[in-house]
Nanobody, 121 residues
Framework: QVQLVESGGGLVQAGGSLRLSCAASGLPFSNYAMGWFRQAPGKGRDFVAGINWSGSLTNYANSVKGRFTISRDNAKKTMYLQLNSLKPEDTAVYYC??????????????WGQGTQVTVSS
């Protein structure tokens, strides 16, 4: 079955960095556009970034442009999200998803379980 497993979350001070990974199995990874979403406590799930199948196209939410970088390694069946200049408002559970690279949840076929990112002030 399809599995998307996120890792790399944790507790970091404001201004710090983290690198999230999303390891995929059970699907032809290189055929899928991928995305990252996040859900802060008490809020809905928001789009963060998306990437096309080859990595040549990316898409970012305005709130993270210039601070976060999405990438992928198809040989390793893994997608990444580099989080720099973190702010307390970036605190959320971060989810990876397969199927699209846009901010429309219903366009994604598969979801991971999430990894917690907490940014202290």
């Amino acid at each position: 079955q399809v599995q998307l497993v996120e890792s790399g979350g944790g507790l970091v001070q404001a201004g710090g960095s983290l690198r999230l990974s999303c390891a995929a199995s059970g699907l032809p990874f290189s055929n899928y556009a991928m995305g990252w979403f996040r859900q802060a406590p008490g809020k809905g799930r928001d789009f963060v970034a998306g990437i096309n199948w080859s990595g040549s196209l990316t898409n970012y939410a305005n709130s993270v442009k210039g601070r976060f970088t999405i990438s992928r390694d198809n040989a390793k069946k893994t997608m990444y999200l580099q989080l720099n200049s973190l702010k307390p408002e970036d605190t959320a559970v971060y989810y990876c998803a397969a199927g699209a690279m846009v901010d429309v949840e219903r366009m994604y076929n598969f979801w991971g379980q999430g990894t917690q990112v907490t940014v202290s002030s």
